[in-house]
C-alpha cells in the first residue's frame, strides 16, 4: 500500500484477491485524497491488518 500522494489524490485500490471458486476479485475502488486525510491511523491500521488477514 502506498502512501504516495497521501491526503491530495488517493492512490487506485489493489486489484482484489482470487475468490474462494476461482472468480477474479474485484478491483479497488479509487481511493480518496481528502478522506484518506481525515482518517485516523487506528483507521488505517485495522484496513492493513484486514487486508493480511484476506491475503
Known amino acids: ?3 504516495k500522494g497521501w491526503g491530495v489524490w488517493g492512490d487506485k485500490g489493489d486489484k ?3 475468490g474462494d471458486k ?3 476479485g474485484d478491483k ?3 481511493g480518496d485524497g481528502e478522506r484518506k486525510s ?3 491511523p487506528f483507521a ?3 484496513s492493513l491488518s ?3 488477514s484476506l491475503s
Do not use: A, H, P, Y
Request: charged residues 40%; proline residues 0%; aromatic residues 10%.
Open 44 to 46: 488505517v491500521l485495522s
Open 50 to 52: 484486514s487486508w493480511f
Open 28 to 30: 479497488g475502488d479509487k
Open 1 to 3: 500500500m502506498s502512501l
Open 16 to 18: 482484489g484477491d482470487k
Open 38 to 40: 481525515k482518517r485516523l
Open 22 to 24: 476461482g472468480d477474479k
